[in-house]
């Protein structure tokens, strides 16, 4: 599994909580320094079950990158590919919690070595990639014309392509419709939250979203919805509802990403896409029950030996 998208450092920072309505200087009382970035995630979860996963970005020559790289490393993620340059700071997240109970204030992804990939280095990254390889590749802090330009070079190696659609393309990332479109055109997997597509696509429902983006660009799709659980469709030709499973909810951030973990793996074993999608919701809300974007995501151990309460049946139309 090849990964092409965000590996960071998250700072969490705790606050006082003053209101809502509190905008002056805020103190912090505490601060974690976490592994984090979507794709950095989802490859530790693929990991985690297995599978082998390499790390395809560039970094800084400073503690970030020192840190990103000994956390992936340590998690068995290849990260001999990495590009560095010494002249940019390596990427991170800050992300605010207010009080005891952690209400989420705020937070800003910072892509720095992220942002500055040449087309030069897309391709260094890219002659990793060989035929049948899975390559997850993310609609984020990379540049959509750098993200394109992998997925052309990595499908013309004969990768099976996935996309993580992460923030909103065109209101977050300023990304051309168009260029967005092409992306998905060379995936079989496209894996979505329904609010990040919202302006692109503008349908009232997951399930609506998931169907639509299946039968567009004849891929397997999944929309992922919070507490609902997700949408997924396999070709457009119907649309069905997966429910989450109920948990006791310590901290949600990475749930999203253990899925598409748990899915990746899954579907580069050769399970179905039902049978995959099992193994995935059983990632996300086994990492909802500790605090930090990875700390919660199961190895295979783990996975095989977790009994979640009864389900009610799928949803479809």
Not at 157 to 180: I, N, T
Request: proline letters at 5%; a negative charge.
């Amino acid at each position: 599994m090849l990964g092409f998208g965000t590996a960071t450092i998250d700072y969490r920072i705790r606050t006082a909580d003053l209101g809502e309505g509190y905008t002056e200087k805020l103190l912090a009382q505490e601060v974690d320094m976490l592994g984090g970035g979507a794709i950095a995630n989802c490859l530790v979860q693929v990991s985690r079950l297995g599978g082998r996963a390499v790390w395809l970005g560039k970094l800084g020559k400073d503690r970030l990158a020192e840190m990103i790289v000994g956390m992936l490393s340590s998690e068995g993620i290849d990260c001999s590919r990495i590009l560095h340059d010494p002249t940019l700071g390596s990427p991170f997240n800050l992300a605010v919690y207010a009080g005891a109970q952690r209400r989420r204030v705020g937070g800003y992804l910072i892509p720095e070595s992220l942002g500055d990939l040449s087309e030069c280095e897309v391709t260094a990254l890219a002659e990793a990639v060989r035929p049948r390889d899975w390559a997850v590749v993310e609609i984020g802090e990379i540049p959509t014309d750098r993200v394109v330009e992998f997925c052309r070079q990595a499908s013309a190696r004969g990768a099976r392509l996935a996309a993580d659609v992460d923030l909103d393309p065109l209101r977050q990332c300023g990304a051309d419709r168009l260029v967005v479109e092409e992306i998905f055109h060379y995936q079989e997997l496209i894996m979505a939250n329904h609010d990040a597509l919202r302006s692109l696509y503008d349908l009232p429902t997951a399930l609506a979203l998931a169907r639509h983006l299946g039968k567009s660009f004849r891929a397997k799709a999944v929309v992922s919805a919070g507490a609902e659980g997700c949408y997924y469709s396999e070709f457009g030709d119907s649309a069905e509802h997966l429910p989450a499973i109920p948990v006791e909810v310590v901290d949600p951030v990475g749930a999203g990403d253990a899925f598409h973990g748990g899915l990746l793996y899954a579907l580069a074993k050769g399970r179905d896409f039902i049978e995959s999608l099992e193994t995935a919701r059983r990632c996300a809300a086994m990492n909802c029950l500790r605090f930090g974007a990875r700390e919660g995501m199961p190895n295979r151990v783990e996975l095989e030996g977790f009994e979640p309460p009864n389900q009610p049946p799928n949803k479809g139309t």
